[in-house]
Structures are given as structure tokens and as C-alpha cells.
């Protein structure tokens, strides 16, 4: 399929800048793939639209605040995304993408504040290098000080960032730390929208991706198929994969909160058979014309044109029926991406 199938035109003023003021007030298009019926709600009433047995399956990575914006050594402002440390050896040394004006070479020196230091000790190509810090103290609480909530280049405000984010750039169940960009669809839940659905005998079950560059890279190939996905370290309980079996055997939905979530399960179930007790790197691309063995229903937000995430969508919907929710999303001015509203794909 040609990548331009999968484009379309966005007012800027419906790209979200800011969350909704309540996470359960965002809107919520409901899409019916059988009938082909767009129903208009918000995230609150989730609950109306999904049956008793119904499994949601999250992703429960934290996002940690992987953006550092520092000086070279000549003077020149540099912004460093760190994206996954290597194995403790005492030494605190990371794979990172580094966006400064010119390309650092290797040898040359950072500084973050007073008290952070990285030199460039190599460059791993496609945009990555590998960079060793210098500090004295706990890293981890370092980056907690000195590093920001790494928000999407197209959040366009007077300030980066602002406090809000590191709470709301966050689902409110995230436990394990190393996501560089967040499981978006699960910004909506709150604890008490759990319970309500729990007293409805919707159950939820957990499993951890940590999205890296792979989820947010644009497909530059033309012809869809061609794109190769970047691998992203992942971990399912067995506790979560006997929740997910039982479902399937019991004939129950399970539904997939996110599109790392889908991901993940489908990657199992392809290896496996499947979903299993697994943890390992996942490097599944899902476009149409591929079979989902585990999914029966999707909670996504709206997606960029051309993204991985809307090729899953248009994968698991049909393209036809994802181009004419989107139409009628815009129509009604939903908020788009990482800070806007929902759809539920049942």
C-alpha cells in the first residue's frame, strides 16, 4: 500500500497542547467496525460500551524524564533524548539522540549544570551515539533535577514543558521506568473510572513495553510493507498472560489499550502461539492485510499521518472506516494525539 493512504489534513488548532482539564473528560468516538456506526461520548462513560468479562490489557511503562537540554563545550545550546542505558557496570553510559547544529563528534563534551558532565565516546549511527555521563552522586536522582518530561516536538507551547507534565505525561498506573514517550491511550483512566468498571466485571490485566524511538519514527518508505520497526524491550507475568488466555478460551474480548499494547500481544501470540510468560525485544509491525490473534477491541487516541500507530489502526479497523472517523472527528473538533482524545474500536 502507498504511504500517501494513509495522509490527511489537520487543522494545527486541533493538535492538543494541553491535557483535558480532567483526564475521564476526554471525548470518546466510539467505532463499530461491524455496522460501521460512529457513536459520540467521552472517556467517563467507557464503561457503557463494554460488556461484563470484557479484559483491558494495559502497558504499564513509566516515562522518566529522558530529555536533557545542556551547552557544548564551544558555547552551543544541545538537547540530548536518552533512550536506553547499558548494562550497569559502574559507569553511567547511555545510547542517546542528540539534536545540537552541528554533528557531535566523538570526544566532545557536554555540560548540563554544574554538576553534570557527558563526553560522546561513540557514534552508533542512524541518529544514536553513545554517551558516558560524569557526576557526582545518584544518576537517577540527577535526571530527576536536571531532565524533562521528553513531550512530542509537535506539543507547541511558550514553555517546553511545564510542571503539569510530569503527572499528566504519565498514566496513572505506570510502574516500571524506561519509556522515552508515553502509552497515550491510558492518559484517560483514573482510579475511579477502575472501579466503576471493575463493578462491572471488567477486568484489567498489565504488561510492560518500553516505547522507544521504534513508536514514533516516521515511515519514510513508500510503499508501507517496506518499513522495518525498531525493537522495544518488553515483559508479560504470567500472571497477565493466564488473565489473557483464560479470557480468550472463555470467549471474553480482550481489549488493548494502546497500539504498544497490541504490539506486544500480537508479537507473543506469532512467536508463541500464544500469550505466554515472555519478555525479550519486540519488533512487530502491523499494517493491513496482517491477522490480530489476540485483540478484539481497541482503545487508541488519533494518530499523525503516516504514523505506524495509524497503519495498526487502519490494520485492525479498515482503512476506509479509520479515514471516516477521523473525518468525522475533525468535523467535531476532537483534540488530536498524545494530549487529545480517544476512540474506541470495538
Known amino acids: 500500500m502507498d504511504l500517501e493512504e494513509f ?21 470518546l468516538l466510539v467505532v463499530d467496525r461491524k455496522s460501521g456506526a460512529l457513536t459520540h461520548s467521552v472517556f ?24 536533557l537540554r545542556g551547552a557544548k563545550e564551544s558555547g552551543g545550546k544541545v538537547e540530548v533524548l536518552l533512550i536506553e542505558r547499558f548494562p550497569e557496570n559502574g559507569r553511567s553510559r ?97 482510579p475511579e473510572l477502575f472501579d466503576k468498571l471493575r463493578a462491572k466485571g471488567i477486568d484489567r490485566a498489565l504488561l510492560t513495553l518500553h516505547v ?15 518499513h522495518l520497526m525498531e525493537g522495544e524491550r518488553y515483559v508479560v507475568t504470567a500472571e497477565a498472560a493466564d488473565k489473557i488466555n483464560g479470557a480468550k478460551e472463555a470467549g471474553r474480548r480482550v481489549v488493548a489499550v494502546g497500539s504498544t499494547t497490541t504490539r506486544t500481544l500480537e508479537w507473543i501470540a506469532q512467536q508463541e502461539g500464544n ?48 479515514r471516516r472517523a477521523y473525518a468525522e472527528a475533525i468535523k467535531e473538533r476532537y483534540r488530536f494525539y498524545s494530549y487529545g482524545d480517544a476512540m474506541l474500536i470495538l
Not at 495522509?7 to 494541553?18: C, G, N, Q, R
Open 94 to 190: 547511555w545510547i542517546a539522540m542528540v539534536d545540537a547544529a552541528k554533528k557531535p563528534a566523538v570526544g566532545s563534551r557536554f555540560g548540563f549544570g554544574a554538576d553534570v558532565a557527558a563526553e560522546v565516546i561513540g557514534d552508533l549511527g542512524h541518529g544514536r551515539f553513545a554517551l558516558e555521563f560524569h557526576h557526582q552522586g545518584d544518576f537517577n536522582a540527577l535526571l530527576e533535577a536536571l531532565g524533562e518530561p521528553p513531550l512530542p516536538r509537535y506539543v507547541r507551547r511558550k514553555r517546553a514543558t511545564e510542571g503539569l507534565d510530569r503527572d499528566r505525561y504519565q498514566t496513572v498506573y505506570a510502574a516500571h521506568p524506561g519509556a522515552i514517550a508515553a502509552p497515550t491511550a491510558g492518559f484517560h483512566f483514573t
Open 275 to 322: 500469550v505466554v510468560a515472555n519478555e525479550g525485544i519486540a519488533r512487530l509491525y502491523i499494517h493491513p492485510g496482517d491477522s490480530f490473534r489476540v485483540l478484539d477491541a481497541l482503545i487508541t487516541n488519533f494518530h499523525l499521518p503516516g504514523s505506524t500507530p495509524l497503519i495498526l489502526v487502519a490494520a485492525f479497523a479498515g482503512l476506509d472506516l479509520v
Open 44 to 67: 467517563a462513560e467507557l464503561g457503557d460500551f463494554l460488556e461484563a468479562g470484557d479484559l483491558l490489557v494495559l502497558n504499564d511503562t513509566k516515562v522518566f524524564p529522558a530529555r
Open 7 to 27: 495522509d490527511y489534513a489537520l487543522p494545527e488548532s486541533l493538535i492538543a497542547a494541553y491535557p483535558s482539564q480532567e483526564r475521564e473528560a476526554a471525548r
Open 212 to 226: 522507544g524511538p521504534g513508536t514514533f519514527q516516521p515511515v519514510r518508505e513508500q510503499q508501507i510493507e517496506n
